[in-house]
């Protein structure tokens, strides 16, 4: 047993006395005073802005990006800034509109839904042209229908296939694919079967299995097609064609007076995400946690004309997936 503890509930006791007669005598002093008015407290937690992304990956890979791009954030624009983490698709476009989040990490199917007819909503920042849409084959399959494993091919090779997608809700990994097969005029009904996976991490291992699909579109945010391949699929999949770089993802918010306290802060949110360089070490790390090599102010072709070639995809196909939900 501790030596020391009768000495410690000594010290315990006397500082509950000293406590209690210091209470007693201010109770006292009350009585004999006039009422005071307290002031409340500030404060220490007040949050300046709320950022939330489409949930496109686990919960705990989204959090181990928050939490290197929120510290940077907080330090470039001096405003606290807290992530909010989303239930869903739906859910993280909802937020915005309800103004529980006041930024959002958007990708053009979410930019579809939620700026298509809608003046309320705008972009804030967009990524610099680094997404490429990548369609990867399961080596004995491909193999089996006579393609050599480094032979580029086209999209056509997806008729009477069985294709993965990600999340009905995605603009990387569903809707700039379905872009890229109506350029090559395959609708999804010329495929002997797809599905949806929502979290697109997991295509490749759906691929590499070979059991549900022999083919799978996923995004890709750098140089390598296969950076969100594990290594030890490697040998399992190959990358079959890749579209040209290009833009997915930007940042949007709602809309606010140019007066307001939002706005400013906004714009210093704004800033930050626009200094962001890959010749800075520690920028460098924020941006890798997506894949970025930067942002840029919006323009007229991003994300506004793809928001309208989004629509136009979207209402032809009735807009209903006819693929598959896992």
Not at 44 to 66: C, F, G, H, V, W
Not at 97 to 126: C, F, K, S
Request: aromatic share 6%.
């Amino acid at each position: 047993m501790d030596q020391t503890t009768p000495q410690r509930s000594a010290l315990a006791r006397g500082s509950r006395c000293t406590l209690s007669a210091t209470v007693l005598l201010v109770a006292v002093a009350g009585c004999q005073s006039s009422p005071t008015t307290f002031a409340p407290t500030p404060s220490k937690t007040a949050i300046d802005l709320r950022l939330t992304e489409e949930p496109y990956q686990s919960q705990d890979a989204m959090n181990e990006r928050m939490a290197i791009v929120i510290p940077y954030l907080e330090k470039a624009t001096g405003l606290r800034i807290d992530y909010v983490p989303a239930i869903n698709y739906a859910h993280s476009h909802q937020m915005l509109r309800d103004g529980e989040v006041d930024v959002i990490n958007i990708g053009v199917m979410g930019g579809y839904q939620l700026m298509h007819n809608n003046p309320n909503v705008q972009p804030l920042a967009i990524q610099k042209p680094s997404f490429r849409s990548v369609l990867i084959a399961n080596n004995t399959e491909l193999k089996h229908q006579g393609f050599a494993l480094d032979q580029n091919v086209s999209l056509t090779i997806l008729r009477n296939q069985r294709v993965g997608f990600g999340s009905r809700s995605s603009g990387s990994s569903f809707m700039q694919p379905v872009l890229h097969l109506r350029d090559h005029r395959i609708p999804l009904s010329v495929l002997s079967a797809c599905i949806h996976e929502p979290n697109t991490n997991h295509l490749p291992q759906l691929v590499a299995e070979g059991g549900v699909v022999d083919f799978a579109f996923i995004p890709s945010f750098s140089g390598d097609p296969l950076h969100a391949v594990p290594d030890s699929l490697h040998d399992a999949v190959t990358v079959v064609w890749a579209s040209d770089p290009t833009r997915n993802d930007f940042m949007a918010t709602a809309v606010h007076p140019p007066t307001s306290t939002k706005y400013r802060h906004l714009k210093r949110l704004q800033k930050a995400f626009l200094n962001l360089s890959l010749t800075n070490p520690e920028q460098k790390r924020v941006l890798d946690t997506w894949g970025y090599r930067g942002f840029e102010h919006p323009t007229a072709d991003f994300p506004t004309a793809m928001v309208e070639q989004v629509a136009e995809a979207h209402g032809s196909a009735g807009g209903v997936s006819p693929c598959q939900q896992l």
